[in-house]
């Protein structure tokens, strides 16, 4: 992957020594989530139909799984269908259903082996009766795992998250259940589709697009942001290991200022009124 910003001894290192070494850095993302983009231009580049992108789409799902679950990530979310999404043609879309009927049931075994709970996201009540009954089974059948969740993005919409929580708020205080002075960010985030899974650390975003794309857009306010020019069928565990290196060397500071340290080496509070104007000699 290029130009991610990594050490360059990483280069060398083969996948299970990259492991190892993001594994010895420490600094993990707890939530990773993958906007999953070039499926279309993976299949036209090889005079193929778009499904057969979409299909191609599958293995780069399982290496990410794989390899999440190796590093003990918490919360894989992968963008598998977006509101947007309906808008494409009638054909492609059922095929696209389809396809996630047969994934589901392909990889449930496999996923109960690794002990991958499934979870999913969005206006699920959109979906058609046998994708909707295979993601239902399925979820039963991962409940009682403990290991990586993976969460699936399903007819999801940032924007209609917002407002369905805005309209859970809304009712909650017509009902008197709400004060309007108790209106927050945590009693918002109560009418979120999935309020328990803590806000992505790190978006990933494949095929060198560099827009969120309606995903996650209040959960992803602090995410670290990291695209790459990798078509989603050929993003491989080596591209996600360098993309968490990526994260691993950010320094995540949330709007605020990093410790400092005085001239002696020692740390120094960025609320230290005293030092703070001895640096900029201001006098008062």
Same mark, same amino acid.
Request: glycine share 8%; hydrophobic share 40%; proline share 5%.
């Given at each position: 992957?290029?130009?991610?910003?990594?050490?360059?001894?990483?280069?060398?290192?083969?996948?299970?020594?990259?492991?190892?070494?993001?594994?010895?850095? *420490?600094?993990?993302?707890?939530?990773?989530?993958?906007?999953?983009? =070039?499926?279309?231009?993976?299949?036209?580049?090889?005079?193929?139909?778009?499904? $057969? =992108?979409?299909?191609?789409?599958?293995?780069?799902?399982?290496?990410?799984?794989?390899?999440?679950?190796? %590093?003990?990530?918490?919360?894989?979310?992968?963008?598998?269908?977006?509101?947007?999404?309906?808008?494409?043609?009638?054909?492609?879309?059922?095929?696209?259903?389809?396809?996630?009927?047969?994934?589901?049931? &392909?990889?449930?075994?496999?996923?109960?082996?690794?002990?991958?709970?499934?979870?999913?996201?969005?206006?699920?009540?959109?979906?058609?009766?046998?994708?909707?009954?295979?993601?239902?089974?399925?979820?039963?059948?991962?409940?009682?795992?403990? *290991?990586?969740?993976?969460?699936?993005? %399903?007819?999801?919409? &940032?924007?209609?998250?917002?407002?369905?929580?805005? @309209?859970?708020? $809304?009712?909650?205080?017509?009902? =008197?259940?709400? $004060?309007?002075?108790?209106?927050?960010?945590?009693?918002?985030?109560? *009418?979120?589709?999935?309020?328990?899974?803590?806000?992505?650390?790190?978006?990933?975003?494949?095929? &060198?697009?560099?827009?969120?794309?309606?995903?996650?857009?209040?959960?992803? @306010? /602090? @995410?670290?942001?990291?695209?790459?020019?990798?078509?989603?069928?050929?993003?491989?565990?080596?591209? %996600?290991?360098?993309?968490?290196?990526?994260?691993?060397?950010?320094?995540?500071? /949330? =709007?605020?200022?990093?410790?400092?340290?005085?001239?002696? &080496?020692?740390?120094?509070?960025?609320?230290?009124?005293?030092?703070?104007?001895?640096? %900029?000699?201001?006098?008062?």
């Amino acid at each position: 992957m290029p130009s991610v910003g990594v050490p360059d001894l990483y280069a060398n290192l083969t996948d299970d020594q990259l492991i190892d070494a993001v594994l010895a850095r *420490g600094n993990l993302p707890h939530h990773v989530a993958i906007i999953m983009d =070039g499926n279309g231009r993976w299949a036209r580049r090889r005079y193929l139909p778009r499904v $057969a =992108g979409h299909r191609a789409g599958r293995h780069a799902v399982r290496r990410c799984v794989r390899t999440s679950s190796r %590093l003990g990530i918490g919360v894989l979310t992968i963008y598998t269908f977006s509101q947007e999404n309906f808008n494409r043609p009638e054909a492609e879309v059922q095929a696209l259903w389809r396809f996630l009927e047969e994934s589901l049931t &392909g990889e449930r075994d496999e996923l109960n082996r690794q002990g991958v709970k499934l979870r999913a996201t969005g206006e699920l009540s959109r979906l058609p009766a046998p994708a909707r009954t295979a993601l239902e089974q399925t979820i039963a059948a991962l409940a009682a795992n403990d *290991g990586l969740i993976l969460n699936l993005a %399903l007819a999801y919409g &940032g924007r209609q998250e917002i407002l369905r929580a805005a @309209a859970s708020l $809304a009712r909650r205080h017509a009902a =008197g259940e709400l $004060a309007l002075d108790d209106f927050d960010e945590q009693e918002l985030r109560k *009418g979120l589709y999935t309020p328990d899974i803590p806000d992505p650390d790190l978006v990933i975003r494949t095929s &060198g697009e560099s827009r969120l794309s309606n995903f996650l857009l209040w959960q992803s @306010a /602090y @995410a670290e942001l990291l695209t790459t020019p990798v078509l989603w069928p050929d993003f491989g565990v080596r591209d %996600l290991l360098l993309a968490i290196a990526n994260y691993q060397g950010r320094e995540r500071r /949330y =709007g605020a200022l990093p410790d400092c340290e005085d001239h002696r &080496g020692r740390a120094s509070s960025r609320f230290d009124i005293a030092r703070w104007k001895r640096l %900029l000699k201001v006098r008062l």
